[in-house]
C-alpha cells in the first residue's frame, strides 16, 4: 500500500457544520478522501450521532445575545431544545478568524473591541466564552470553539484552552476563569483552526490578493499547515479594531498609533504617507518636528508616528500604507501541539478542504480531525 493510500486509510473525525439554521451531522469517517463513510469505527472520542449544531455567529449576533446579566433569553434556549440542536459553533463565521478571545472575558465594561473578519469593521465583545458556555449549559449540548488562525499564536490558543478546560490551581488562565464565576472546567472537547482558509476571501496573512483562489495558489495550503511568510505592498496601515479601508485616512491627530493587519513584521517595513516613503527609527525622543519618521513595534504589528514635537504627525487626510513581510507565522500543526499540551484529551480539528493540504500534512501525526461547512439555505432568527 502506498504512504498516501495509507494515510487516506487512517480513520479520523469529521465535523460537519452547516451554516444557516440548520445544523451539522457529526460522525467518523475517512477525511482523507472525498467521501463520507457511515459506520467506519473511531480512532477517539465520538462526536455524539445525529447531533445537530448552530454556528452561533459574531460575539455580537442577535442569536446569542443575552439580557445584561448575561444569562441567555429563555426563548433562544427553548426554541433551540425543540429544534434538536445540540451542538453550538463558537465564534462562528469570519469573524472567528480575528477574533481574540482574551479581550472577551471578564466584567463587560472592561472588555476590549473586536473586528469582523469580512468587512473589518470594528465590533464589540459582549458575547464572550463565558457567556457562551452559559447558554450551552442551559441547553444541555455541547460546543466547539474556533481558534483565531489569522492573527493568533499557538500560546493564545493554548491558553484559550487552558481557560476553558484547566482544574483551578494548575494554570492562572483555571484560575481566572474561578474569578470570573465558573470555578469547575468547561471541559470543550472540540476546537476549529481557523473558519474556511480555503475560501477565497479569508485568506487573511496568507495571500497578499485575496481573490486568488486556493487552486490558484496551492502554497496557500501549505501556509495553513505548517506557517510560513508572506510579503504585503501598499496595504491599508489601519486601527487596531478598525480594518476598514477608510480607517487607513490620518485623522490629523499627535501620537497616531496604527496597526499591521498581520504581525509579526519583518525589520524593514516601508511605511508610506500619500506615497512618500517615511523614514524607520528606533525611537521618537531624538526626532524634531519636521521629520518624517515612524517607530515600528515589530512583534505586534505597531506603528507610531510624532507629535509635532518628536517626529512630523501625518496630515489629516493622508493615506497610510505598509508594505512589508509578514512572518514568520505558525500553522495548524503548531497550534495541535501547543493546544493539546494545554490539554491532551481535546480534539483539534483542521478547517481547511482538499487534497492540496492532505498532500501538504503528509502522515504527521498531529493532524486530529477535519471540518467540513456545507452550506444550507436559512433565514435570521427574528
Given at each position: ?24 451531522v457529526l460522525v467518523y ?185 486556493p487552486g490558484e495558489h ?68 531624538g526626532a524634531g518636528p ?93
Amino acid at each position: 500500500m502506498t504512504g498516501m493510500a495509507q494515510r487516506r486509510s487512517r480513520l479520523v473525525a469529521v465535523v460537519v457544520v452547516l451554516t444557516g439554521l440548520v445544523a451539522a451531522v457529526l460522525v467518523y469517517s475517512g477525511a482523507r478522501q472525498t467521501r463520507i463513510v457511515v459506520g467506519a469505527e473511531p480512532t477517539g472520542p465520538v462526536a455524539p450521532r445525529g447531533s445537530s449544531a448552530l454556528t452561533t455567529g459574531t460575539p455580537t449576533t442577535r442569536s446569542a445575545r443575552s439580557p445584561p446579566d448575561g444569562e441567555p433569553q429563555q426563548r433562544l434556549v427553548a426554541n433551540a431544545r425543540s429544534t434538536g440542536v445540540s451542538m453550538l459553533r463558537y465564534p462562528g463565521g469570519t469573524v472567528a478568524n480575528t477574533f481574540r478571545w482574551k479581550r472577551a472575558i471578564g466584567p463587560r465594561e472592561d472588555r476590549r473591541c473586536q473586528t469582523g473578519g469580512g468587512d473589518g469593521a470594528p465590533l464589540d465583545s459582549t458575547i464572550g466564552p463565558d457567556e457562551h458556555m452559559a447558554l450551552v449549559e442551559q441547553m444541555g449540548a455541547e460546543t466547539t470553539m474556533v481558534v483565531n488562525f489569522a492573527t493568533a499564536t499557538p500560546q493564545e490558543a493554548a491558553d484559550w484552552v487552558s481557560y476553558m478546560n484547566a482544574p483551578v490551581g494548575t494554570s492562572p488562565w483555571a484560575d481566572l476563569r474561578a474569578e470570573h464565576g465558573h470555578p469547575e472546567p468547561y471541559g470543550v472537547t472540540w476546537w476549529e483552526v481557523g473558519n474556511e482558509p480555503d475560501v477565497g476571501d479569508q485568506a487573511y496573512w496568507m495571500e497578499q490578493d485575496a481573490s486568488i483562489l486556493p487552486g490558484e495558489h496551492p502554497e496557500r495550503a501549505h501556509k495553513y499547515a505548517h506557517g510560513g511568510t508572506t510579503e504585503f505592498t501598499d496595504q491599508p496601515l489601519t486601527t487596531d479594531c478598525d480594518r476598514r479601508a477608510d480607517a487607513q485616512i490620518s485623522d490629523g491627530s499627535p501620537d497616531q498609533v496604527r496597526q499591521v493587519a498581520y504581525a509579526p513584521v519583518a525589520p524593514d517595513p516601508r511605511v508610506m504617507v500619500d506615497g512618500e516613503v517615511w523614514t524607520q527609527i528606533p525611537t521618537l525622543d531624538g526626532a524634531g518636528p519636521d521629520d518624517t519618521v515612524f517607530t515600528p513595534d515589530h512583534e505586534s504589528g505597531e506603528v507610531r508616528f510624532g507629535d509635532g514635537v518628536h517626529g512630523s504627525v501625518p496630515p489629516e487626510g493622508t493615506r497610510l500604507t505598509v508594505s512589508y513581510t509578514s512572518g514568520p507565522r505558525a500553522g495548524y500543526m503548531d497550534f495541535v501541539r501547543a493546544m493539546k499540551e494545554a490539554d491532551p484529551d481535546i480534539r483539534v480539528c483542521s478547517s481547511y478542504q482538499g487534497d492540496a493540504f492532505l498532500e501538504a500534512i503528509g502522515d504527521d501525526p498531529a493532524f486530529d480531525c477535519q471540518v467540513s461547512h456545507p452550506s444550507t439555505p436559512g433565514s435570521s432568527p427574528p
